[in-house]
């Protein structure tokens, strides 16, 4: 029975203990409520780092959610930290936020440490409360390149009348990319009609469009056939907005390097030149496409375009009165030695007698394949 009693008034003790530290833990604010002090960007959290300044604006926002009155807060002081090589912080907004009601403030943003320190205060009687932020900043992504930047709270300190406890800093990350917009894609275009193949040479004109501010220094055109029938092996720059550098061989094609002059998002202009290989008749494909270093560049993307070139054994007979037999279903052209076009129909004519002193060439067009058919030699 003894033994019983001593239990419990044991036990009737270890309660009244708790019952003692639970109130001591009230008073001396063991049961302050705790809060994470947090920062965000407002609205998206992606910046397009090939847009204008007002794309690469954003806004950074320090907060500890909800702050009560019975909160009581009267002032905080803080630092926070950025990587100044990707952004910049421009001003303190404290509009629609606590500081905003508070009498003193100041903040003081260090790009070049890459540093935001600062402190606000109220000398009212009343506390500072509300559902809104704690202060927030305007800011600037700087870097051309797509990447991410981090935003880190030092330390945040608050007025000793403050009975919420921070056990927790949030970070924020901003996040640059290249937005994928048709404006950014480089356009390479062969120009309809302008292949001419004459004996062993043919030429044809081609056109290359890079975008406004692509940001581009160098770019190729890489060139790709069957090598033993035919070869690219020069081109001829007609604007004076790039500038032709030099040409690679190698085991599928030819690439010509080239320097843009002018980020001005004009069009340029461009004639290749090549030879024929074989002594058969062959139909092949050139595809040309465009390749270009990608890294910090606003270019997303190319297009590339490809032609047939065609030989055959000729079907005309040359006679003496310059009449000949062709194939139905056909376009002819012909041209002179200067690429001039001095006909074009579906039929060759009967003669040439409108033609000038001179040395011609017939172009037969089938579809969107092109061949020289014969030379005229117009006495």
Same mark, same amino acid.
């Given at each position: 029975?003894?033994?019983?009693?001593?239990?419990?008034?044991?036990?009737?003790?270890?309660?009244?203990?708790?019952?003692?530290?639970?109130?001591? %833990?009230?008073?001396?604010?063991?049961? *302050?409520?705790? %809060?994470?002090?947090?920062?965000?960007?407002?609205?998206?959290?992606?910046?397009?780092?090939?847009?204008? +300044?007002?794309?690469?604006?954003?806004?950074?926002?320090?907060?500890?959610?909800?702050?009560?009155?019975?909160?009581?807060?009267?002032?905080? &002081?803080?630092?926070?930290?950025?990587?100044?090589?990707?952004?910049?912080? $421009?001003?303190?907004?404290?509009?629609?936020?606590?500081?905003?009601?508070?009498?003193?403030?100041? $903040?003081?943003?260090? &790009?070049?440490?890459?540093?935001?320190?600062?402190? %606000?205060?109220?000398?009212?009687?009343?506390?500072?409360?509300?559902?809104?932020?704690?202060?927030?900043?305007?800011?600037?992504?700087?870097?051309?390149?797509?990447?991410?930047? @981090? /935003?880190?709270?030092?330390?945040?300190?608050?007025?000793?009348?403050?009975?919420?406890?921070?056990?927790?800093?949030?970070?924020?990350?901003?996040?640059? #990319?290249?937005?994928? #917009? +048709?404006?950014?894609?480089? @356009?390479? #275009?062969?120009?309809?009609?302008?292949?001419?193949?004459?004996?062993?040479?043919? *030429?044809?004109?081609?056109?290359?469009?890079?975008?406004?501010?692509?940001?581009?220094?160098?770019?190729?055109?890489?060139? @790709?056939?069957?090598?033993?029938?035919?070869?690219?092996?020069?081109? +001829?720059?007609?604007?004076?907005?790039?500038? =032709?550098?030099?040409?690679?061989?190698?085991?599928?094609?030819?690439?010509?390097?080239?320097?843009?002059?002018?980020?001005?998002?004009?069009?340029?202009?461009? @004639?290749? =030149?090549?030879?024929?290989?074989? &002594?058969?008749?062959?139909?092949? *494909? !050139?595809?040309?496409?465009?390749?270009?270093?990608?890294?910090?560049?606003?270019?997303?993307?190319?297009?590339?375009?490809?032609?047939?070139?065609?030989?055959?054994? $000729?079907?005309?007979?040359?006679?003496?009165?310059?009449?000949? *037999?062709?194939?139905?279903?056909?376009?002819?052209?012909? =041209?002179?030695?200067?690429?001039?076009?001095? /006909?074009?129909?579906?039929?060759?004519?009967?003669?040439?007698?409108?033609?000038?002193?001179?040395?011609?060439?017939?172009?037969?067009?089938?579809?969107?394949?092109?061949?020289?058919?014969?030379? !005229? &030699?117009?006495?």
């Amino acid at each position: 029975m003894v033994q019983i009693l001593s239990k419990s008034l044991l036990l009737l003790g270890k309660f009244g203990m708790l019952v003692w530290l639970a109130i001591f %833990a009230s008073q001396a604010g063991f049961s *302050e409520r705790k %809060a994470s002090c947090e920062l965000s960007i407002y609205g998206s959290l992606k910046i397009d780092v090939c847009g204008n +300044e007002r794309d690469k604006q954003f806004i950074l926002v320090m907060s500890i959610g909800e702050v009560k009155r019975s909160d009581s807060l009267y002032g905080f &002081n803080y630092e926070i930290y950025f990587d100044n090589k990707k952004v910049k912080l $421009t001003d303190a907004l404290y509009l629609n936020t606590l500081s905003e009601f508070m009498e003193v403030k100041s $903040t003081n943003i260090n &790009n070049s440490l890459g540093k935001i320190t600062g402190y %606000a205060l109220t000398f009212g009687l009343e506390p500072i409360y509300g559902k809104r932020p704690l202060i927030a900043f305007s800011g600037l992504w700087i870097s051309e390149c797509p990447d991410t930047s @981090r /935003f880190e709270i030092n330390f945040i300190e608050f007025t000793d009348e403050f009975k919420v406890r921070i056990d927790s800093l949030i970070p924020a990350i901003l996040i640059g #990319t290249i937005d994928s #917009t +048709e404006d950014r894609v480089i @356009r390479f #275009t062969i120009i309809p009609d302008s292949v001419v193949i004459f004996d062993n040479r043919f *030429e044809f004109n081609g056109s290359i469009k890079i975008p406004l501010n692509s940001r581009l220094e160098y770019f190729d055109i890489e060139t @790709r056939y069957q090598k033993d029938i035919i070869k690219v092996d020069s081109v +001829e720059v007609l604007d004076s907005n790039i500038e =032709y550098l030099i040409n690679d061989n190698n085991e599928s094609g030819t690439t010509f390097k080239f320097k843009l002059n002018s980020d001005d998002g004009r069009v340029c202009n461009l @004639r290749f =030149y090549g030879t024929v290989e074989s &002594n058969n008749e062959f139909s092949t *494909e !050139i595809i040309l496409s465009p390749k270009f270093e990608r890294d910090c560049k606003c270019v997303i993307s190319s297009t590339n375009d490809s032609l047939i070139v065609m030989k055959r054994i $000729t079907n005309i007979v040359n006679q003496e009165n310059n009449q000949f *037999e062709i194939d139905d279903n056909c376009k002819f052209l012909v =041209y002179d030695v200067m690429g001039n076009l001095y /006909f074009n129909s579906d039929k060759l004519p009967d003669n040439f007698d409108f033609l000038a002193q001179g040395l011609y060439f017939v172009v037969e067009f089938c579809g969107e394949k092109k061949n020289i058919m014969k030379l !005229i &030699n117009v006495y």
